[in-house]
């Protein structure tokens, strides 16, 4: 039982750093646009260079 | 779709078929595409999930308005070299848009960060403005087809802070209620083998897990109920702030005392389901909202005035006066409603309805603010402040739909206001038998009951299913303006359309013409001057002919025609009975005097593409199909057998259709009216829901419940459709909820229930009841009757 002792403080130090690092991406914008990063990887990563059309 | 017409390759819209595998509508999209090409961002054509909108054509100095120090000054913010502002764009069509404005503009030297939200449509932007001024930026996205407009009120970033807010309570209850769980297990089934000093840590430790669930994600119930106590109506968030401020007093006291039971997990999975119920809620709420963001922000911030002598100064739209005389320059929007002067002039009307062509307006003529000027610079005169232009009207309407509760869950929220002091009595005897019988059950069973009935689902039920329905009426195109219209079009049984315009495309051709006693060219001149400035389809048929003569006196006798004096002398256009006086009618336009002929018109007038179709869908969905029309019955009879109407009038005047439709209403019949809006408008107000075929004009007036973008009738057999769904989810929520509630009640009362499996049973119940509204804002693949892919207008634009 003693193990018990040891065991939970870590689980809620693991459950705080889980809240902090959610709040942390909240706060980040990381849950602000669901729909257009999934796109991100499939398309090609070089800045525009070149002129707009006239 | 012609033969010989392909889609565009940028936009979709149809183009000539060139026989290569690309075909373009014109010469912007092949622009577009060269560039997007140019640049290496092609990826955006095998990644984008809807077609794009047709790039406008326009200079640079079109844009200047962007670097004015009026603009800067009130949306931007500088930090050492760099600019940063926040806009919003229109034609984001998909999550490819995104990437391909993100790619576009960090391609320009002198920007150096940009975010744009697919959601929300906003574009995050820094920039020095010394090499990258924002006129530039705003006209290469303007070639690309997307148009920014400034955003009105700051209400973006609240909303953002919201939802991040109610993300993170979600995530604490989620944790806590997790780790309280675990515990309690524990507790529950180790309970003869834990000694006491063991039992005690772990009710120590659930303590610590469940308090900030219960005072932090459990913050917007608490504060609700006290609101609702301070305003004596007492509410669904009362008896949940009441059954888990006990479940956790009681457990701390329990805790303390070392005492039989603790009841930490009732109390937070209560929070923890709720709070997703809530947050699932308000998520369908926003995507309905989304589509509305984008109208609200087609009217400009900025106005360029002109003085007296002529000089341009830049003013905030909402110092511009009714008078004021302002110019829109090539490219950018009319900030106010107000009348054409000098030249006629083309304008792009598609905020509204969906369709991107040029609209032909005449001196004289009424311009709505969001229009946005194609070729160039006009001026007009403002008729409305902008805060009564029509745009901002309709917004607002709208916005007022969504905000203002239905009648069905204005009807659920007072059931649950009895309900919840019933519960509270109900909850407080029971409490007190338990005690005389057997007192160390009596808090346990207290909070059983008080779980297990709270109304929550009850009070869920209507609105998720209307938040639900607004968010798939909007994907479709439709703009709600009467919060009870969805339910209202779920229980129609008879459609009545307006003939011209609505079923027709009102787009009139000129057929034979018989001039008696005039020249042809000068009857059809008088007709031009008769029917100027008018919006009915007749009138633009005589356009072509204007010859510049005036009509004085003109004067309009609706279903009948219109009578003026040209050079002094009276005429007449419309029935044959109208102009000639002639009793026998017939179906020709007639120009006369009122007594003797002049000239006979014939035109024809096709049905709306995909009318068939649509009317088709209705009749097979059980709805009784009308048609009225102030047109010759001949016409009508034959517009009605090729279209399947069941029953139609024709030569009906305004109060005659009004008459009508309050006719079948006193007879039982609930009816749904569709028309432009124009010479309908008290028609459409006389019905149980008024449907408006979305066109400039027509909205100037609408007193429409739902306006239909794009004029396209195919939408609307999906829309009843998803409008009966959206009942049948109400019904079926409701009947869940009552069927619960009496089900848990006696079971609760007599003890058979542990708090915490009432919790999770009432909390489980509105989760279902959520999911089940949220079925209709998702509906599965619907293809338009007209056979072509779905094809939402501008206003559902942001939400795709």
């Known amino acids: 039982m003693t193990m018990l002792l040891i065991l939970v403080p870590v689980t809620l130090l693991l459950v705080g750093f889980a809240a902090w690092a959610f709040f942390w991406a909240a706060d980040g914008g990381q849950f602000d646009d669901l729909d257009s990063p999934a796109l991100a990887p499939l398309l090609d990563d070089q800045p525009a260079r070149r002129d707009p059309p006239a | 779709m012609n033969t010989g017409r392909v889609p565009c390759f940028h936009c979709g819209e149809p183009a000539p078929a060139n026989g290569s595998e690309r075909a373009f509508c014109c010469g912007g999209c ?20 809807a077609p794009a909108l047709v790039p406008e054509p326009a200079a640079d100095a079109a844009f200047s308005g962007w670097d004015e120090p009026a603009f800067v000054a009130a949306h931007c913010s500088d930090r050492a070299s760099l600019r940063a502002t926040t806009l919003v764009v229109e034609g984001i069509r998909c999550a490819a848009c995104a990437w391909l404005i993100e790619r576009a503009l960090l391609g320009v030297p002198g920007v150096a960060r940009v975010s744009v939200n697919a959601a929300t449509s906003r574009l995050a932007l820094e920039f020095d403005p010394r090499s990258a001024p924002l006129s530039r930026l705003v006209a290469l996205l303007a070639r690309l087809g997307y148009r920014i407009h400034c955003p009105a009120r700051d209400d973006a970033r609240a909303a953002a802070g919201e939802r991040r807010a109610s993300l993170k309570r979600l995530a604490i209850a989620g944790l806590g209620a997790m780790q309280a769980m675990m515990l309690s297990e524990a507790l529950y089934f180790g309970a003869g083998e834990l000694d006491l000093a063991t039992r005690d840590f772990f009710r120590w430790i659930t303590f610590l897990v469940a308090t900030p669930v219960v005072f932090y994600a459990g913050w917007p119930f608490l504060v609700g109920a006290v609101r609702q106590l301070r305003l004596r109506a007492p509410g669904m968030d009362l008896l949940v702030a009441v059954s888990v401020l006990l479940a956790w007093a009681a457990s701390v006291v329990e805790t303390l005392r070392g ?56 003013v905030a739209v909402s110092a511009v006066s009714p008078g ?108 007190l038998t338990w005690w005389w019988i057997e007192p160390a059950r009596a808090l346990s069973v207290t909070l059983a009951v008080l779980a297990a009935t709270c109304p929550c689902a009850l009070a869920l039920a209507v609105p998720a299913a209307i938040a639900a329905a607004q968010a798939a009426f909007a994907r479709q195109g439709a703009l709600v303006l009467d919060p009870d219209a969805i339910e209202s079009l779920a229980r129609a049984d008879t459609i009545v359309f307006d003939k011209t315009g609505t079923l027709t495309t009102g787009r009139l051709q000129l057929g034979a013409l018989e001039a008696f006693g005039a020249s042809r060219g000068e009857a059809l001149a008088e007709a031009a001057a008769l029917e100027r400035g008018m919006h009915h389809p007749l009138a633009t048929l005589f356009r072509p002919f204007d010859d510049g003569r005036e009509a004085s006196a003109v004067h309009v006798f609706a279903g009948q025609g219109i009578e003026g004096r040209i050079g002094g002398m009276l005429r007449r256009i419309g029935t044959r009975t109208f102009a000639t006086g002639e009793p026998r009618d017939d179906e020709g336009i007639w120009l006369g005097d009122g007594r003797r002929a002049l000239a006979r018109f014939d035109c024809a007038d096709a049905p709306r593409p995909g009318a068939a179709e649509a009317l088709a869908a209705l009749r097979d969905s059980g709805m009784v199909l009308e048609m009225l029309s102030g047109d010759s019955p001949a016409r009508v009879a034959a517009l009605a057998s090729e279209l399947g109407v069941h029953a139609w009038r024709a030569r009906c005047l305004p109060a005659a259709k009004l ?44 007193s429409a419940s739902v306006v239909l973008a794009g004029r396209d009738l195919g939408r609307l057999p999906a829309l009843i459709e998803t409008a009966r769904s959206a009942r049948r989810v109400m019904r079926q929520n409701l009947g869940w909820a009552i069927a619960y509630n009496g089900f848990a009640l006696p079971l609760a009362a007599f003890g058979f229930v542990a708090p915490w499996v009432a919790a999770l049973g009432m909390a489980a119940s509105s989760l279902v009841v959520t999911l089940n509204a949220l079925r209709l804002a998702h509906p599965a693949k619907q293809r338009s009757v007209e056979g072509r892919p779905e094809a939402p207008g501008r206003l559902a634009g942001a939400s795709a």
């Open chain 2, 659 to 702: 008459e009508h439709v309050q006719r079948l209403r006193s007879d039982g019949h609930r009816v749904v009216m569709v028309g432009d809006g124009v010479n309908d408008a008290a028609v459409l107000a006389g019905a149980d829901v008024a449907i408006a075929l979305a066109d400039g004009a027509a909205l100037a007036q609408a």
């Open chain 2, 324 to 431: 004021d005389r302002l110019r829109v320059r090539a490219g950018s929007a009319v900030p106010v409603d107000g009348v054409l002067q000098d030249a006629a002039a083309e304008l792009d009307e598609s905020f509204i309805t969906g369709e991107s062509r040029a609209v032909a307006h005449a001196p004289g003529e009424l311009l709505l603010a969001g229009s946005i000027a194609l070729g160039g610079p006009l001026e007009l005169r403002a008729s409305r402040a902008a805060r009564e232009s029509t745009i901002a009207r309709l917004a607002e309407l709208a916005a007022r739909a969504q905000a203002e509760r239905p009648r069905a869950a204005r009807i659920a929220d007072r059931v649950a206001g009895v309900f919840v002091v019933a519960m509270l009595v109900v909850a407080a005897i029971v409490g």
């Open chain 2, 259 to 314: 005492g039989e039971a603790v009841y930490y997990d009732a109390a937070v999975m209560f929070i923890f389901f709720l709070l997703a119920a809530r947050h699932l809620e308000t998520e369908a709420r926003r995507r309905a909202t989304a589509a509305l963001d984008v109208l609200a922000r087609a009217q400009p911030e900025l106005a360029l005035r002109l003085d007296a002598a002529g000089r341009e100064e830049t």
């Open chain 2, 30 to 49: 092949e622009a577009a595409t060269a560039w997007i090409e140019g640049a290496g961002l092609a990826g955006y054509y095998r990644a984008r999930t």
